[in-house]
Nanobody, 121 residues
Framework: QVQLVESGGGLVNPGGSLRLSCAASGGILSINAMGWYRQAPGKQRELVATIVSGGITNLADSVKGRFTISRDNAKNTVYLQMNSLKPEDTAVYYC???????????????WGQGTQVTVSS
């Protein structure tokens, strides 16, 4: 029922920028945390950034100063602005949301399908 639709991935040169978007829809009452995770080939999925509804953020040390996470609560959308991209940022980026719906008591995690980010010259 709940779906997270991601967009904004692509191929960029080192030092370039991308902005990822993730919109949640489908019987949503509210969303607590939203975040971005990434997974490179042969690697485990790792946290990139999270943001709760009140605006408190948490970013991985590897992206601090380069990435910014934000959200539009009215649109149930989270963004990841990625600047000064490095080849090591190459991965599939997944959106995550903790969602409350009318058909389930409490919060449940949902994941997007993933969007490829490739940083290469």
């Amino acid at each position: 029922q709940v779906q997270l639709v991601e967009s904004g991935g692509g191929l960029v040169n080192p030092g370039g920028s991308l902005r990822l978007s993730c919109a949640a829809s489908g019987g949503i009452l509210s969303i607590n945390a939203m975040g971005w995770y990434r997974q490179a080939p042969g690697k485990q999925r790792e946290l990139v950034a999270t943001i709760v509804s009140g605006g408190i953020t948490n970013l991985a040390d590897s992206v601090k100063g380069r990435f910014t996470i934000s959200r539009d609560n009215a649109k149930n959308t989270v963004y990841l602005q990625m600047n000064s991209l490095k080849p090591e940022d190459t991965a599939v980026y997944y959106c995550n949301a903790e969602v409350r719906t009318r058909t389930w008591i409490g919060l449940r995690d949902y994941w997007g399908q993933g969007t490829q980010v490739t940083v290469s010259s």
